[in-house]
């Protein structure tokens, strides 16, 4: 069966970096387009990055654009998000999710905290 | 695209039939997608193209509608049902989600 897990979730400071990994399992990797979304404490959903099968191309939500990182390794079957220049407002949990052909999120990891606070 | 779920919060009773909206500030055509989330878990997968249920979703589950405007509703709600629902369209990029319906017993 499909399973992501997520890591690489902790306490970080204002301003500094944290990479988070997404381990995938039980579908092929490669040909799938891969996504984090994230959730504030008590918030709804928001989309933050994508990156193609290949990762030939990444996409990123305006709110992160140039300070964020996505990108794949499809020898480990592992996605990772590079999180720089952290905020207070961006502490949330981060999840992978496998994407349809159509760019709906069909599988989801359980996520992973990422909290910025000094 | 801003999506405007509505209402934000719904109380029901088990066996009730439920209807959540959906509405986008332009056109997706019909690249929505609704997704159920519960308390500590990740969301899922319901319903996508506006209408099609996900793979294992039961009947009870429903989507309509195109353009601006989408309802998902649920028929006869279960005690499992109760969750917060949550919109998002496929229709450009940046992909967006809805606020959210939280429905409560």
């Known amino acids: 069966q499909v399973q992501l897990v997520e890591s690489g979730g902790g306490v970080v400071q204002p301003g500094r970096s944290l990479r988070l990994s997404c381990a995938a399992s039980?579908?092929?990797?490669?040909?799938?387009?891969m996504h984090w979304v994230r959730q504030a404490p008590g918030k709804g959903l928001e989309w933050v990055a994508a990156?193609?099968?290949?990762?030939?191309?990444?996409l990123y939500a305006d709110s992160v654009k140039g300070r964020f990182d996505i990108s794949r390794d499809n020898s480990k079957d592992t996605l990772y998000l590079q999180l720089n220049s952290l905020r207070a407002e961006e502490t949330a949990v981060y999840y992978c999710?496998?994407?349809?052909?159509?760019?709906?999120?069909?599988?989801w990891g359980q996520g992973t905290l990422v909290t910025v606070s000094s | 695209i801003v999506l405007t779920q509505s209402p934000a919060t719904l109380s029901v009773s088990p066996g009730e039939a439920a209807t959540l909206s959906c509405r986008a500030s332009?056109?997706?055509?019909?690249?929505l997608a609704w997704y159920q989330q519960k308390p500590g878990q990740a969301p899922r997968l319901l319903i996508y193209?506006?209408?099609n249920r996900a793979t294992g979703i039961p009947a009870r589950f429903s989507g309509s509608g195109s353009g601006t405007d989408f309802t998902l509703t649920i028929s006869s709600l279960e005690p499992e049902d109760f969750a917060v629902y949550y919109c998002?369209?496929?229709?450009?990029?940046?992909?967006?989600f809805g606020g959210g319906t939280k429905v409560e017993i």
């Open positions: 999710a496998r994407g349809t052909t159509n760019h709906y999120l069909d599988s």
């Open positions: 039980g579908f092929t990797f490669k040909t799938y387009t």
């Open positions: 990156i193609s099968y290949d990762g030939s191309n990444e």
């Open positions: 332009q056109t997706v055509r019909s690249h």
């Open positions: 193209d506006a209408s």
């Open positions: 998002q369209h496929r229709n450009e990029w940046p992909l967006s």
